[in-house]
């Protein structure tokens, strides 16, 4: 199934080019991309007016005084926490985006963490709360952590919490932004974490990661919140709604698939998997649909030596899947009997003691292609090759 609706949507899917024309191009933040009822402190100064002189004013104060200058912004050294049960936060602007901790910072949030109304991720591996707090610590330095950051269990899962001053500095596009898709080293950083937080690799020799998207309302799906329906059901049942479906590819995992195809030459299809009836509408509405990126064949060791994950055990699994067999070209065993034979015979010892650490019955090609006359017996153990180039049949 997965294969019939990757034919569906392939030619379809943007360019690299595309997406970038999309992508935001944010490596700084300045003062004036800030909300206008955030706080700052200017050190030593006063912005006067002729109805006010203040050296703690909103941001919509100093664009209305003074707009963008640039030499403002050099005396701004902290943000003013509008509680006074919080503590201020120590910065130099414009903050710069384009290193290491942004890049992993954004992974992790745009993947597992909670930016909207809070700054707070809650995920049971420990590695990434490191990173959290590490990426925090790098962008912010000269802060008491201890003082704006938190990290504790909710029903026995980690859950970290910094101050929620954060949400208004730092940006969490959905839409990946252009610095990182068009460096090699950043993607990378960005994918280990991403398949660290989102990703799996599957013992049938899989490699995936999974996210999801909110489907227009006008949709109308039978069933009961919390439902769950997979894609094989609603395109029997459901074939326009299908044909919507394929429209609403969620815009980070393409950035994701871009980003393999284009910086490391990984292949990989897209699917999606289900819809689900959701059982409240606050985060994605009524209906939303899981897709899938899957990397398979070749193309999972190349990951494995590109890519791979942060933590020990993803990465053994990723070691087990990278040792499930490739699946081999259509009359792989019939390609292998060619080079074998001479005179176009070939002796059935020969094909088995070459083809056992390949395949598990290899014997059960012989009896294949003898019964649809590809091949003859033309003595004790010997065949000949009749037709080399068959009509393709799946084996």
């Known amino acids: 199934m ?23 191009d944010i490596q700084k933040i300045h003062y004036w991309n800030l909300p206008n009822h955030v706080v700052v402190d200017i050190s ?21 005084l003074v707009g963008k200058n640039s030499k403002i912004e050099k005396k701004i050294i902290k ?11 120590n910065m130099n602007l414009p903050l710069k985006l ?8 954004y992974s992790l949030m745009i993947s597992e963490g909670s930016h909207k109304n809070e700054f707070r991720l809650q995920v049971p591996e420990k590695e990434l709360h490191q990173i959290f707090l590490s990426s925090l610590e790098n962008l912010f330095p000269n802060n008491d952590f201890s003082k704006i950051y938190s990290i504790n269990t ?18 969490i596009p959905a839409v990946i932004p252009k610095f990182i898709l068009k460096s090699k080293e950043f993607s990378r950083i960005y994918l280990r974490i991403a398949f660290e937080a989102e990703g799996s690799a599957l013992t049938e020799g899989k490699i995936q990661i999974s996210r999801s998207i909110g489907l227009p309302k ?16 609603i395109k029997e049942k459901y074939p326009k709604i299908y044909l919507q479906i394929l429209k609403h590819l969620p815009s980070t995992l393409l950035g994701e698939y871009l980003m393999l195809k284009n910086n490391f030459g990984i292949e990989c299809r897209l699917t999606p998997e289900s819809v689900r009836i959701n059982k409240t509408i606050a985060r994605r509405g009524r209906y939303s649909a899981k897709w899938k990126l899957i990397i398979t064949s070749i193309n999972k060791n190349k990951f494995a030596k590109e890519i791979g994950f942060l933590s020990k055990s993803k990465n053994n699994k990723l070691i087990i899947a990278a040792t499930v067999p490739i699946r081999k070209p259509k009359f792989f065993a019939l390609q ?42 033309v003595g004790r153990g010997k065949y000949k090759i009749i037709n080399s180039s068959p009509q393709e049949r799946r084996h």
Do not use: C, Q
Not at 79 to 89: A, C, E, G, P, T
Not at 98 to 105: D, E, W
């Open 79 to 89: 943000i003013v926490n509008s509680s006074m049960k919080r503590f201020d936060l």
């Open 218 to 233: 006008e949709l109308k799906i039978i069933g009961a919140p919390g439902d769950r329906i997979y894609m094989g059901k």
């Open 336 to 377: 292998k009997m060619v080079e074998m034979s001479k005179g176009n015979v070939f002796t059935r010892k020969e094909f088995i003691e070459n083809m056992k650490n390949v395949y598990k019955h290899p014997k059960s090609f012989i009896k294949t292609y003898n019964d649809t006359g590809v091949i003859k017996r």
């Open 154 to 171: 909710d029903n026995g899962v980690l859950r970290s919490t910094a101050s929620s001053i954060f949400r208004y500095i730092i940006p």
């Open 44 to 64: 030593n100064f006063k912005l006067r007016s002729p109805s006010l002189s203040v050296n703690k004013p909103t941001i919509k104060t100093i664009k209305k």
């Open 98 to 105: 384009n290193n290491r901790a942004y890049v992993s910072l």
């Open 2 to 24: 997965e294969s019939s609706i990757w034919e569906d949507i392939k030619n379809d899917i943007p360019t690299f080019e595309k997406y970038l024309e999309n992508s935001p």
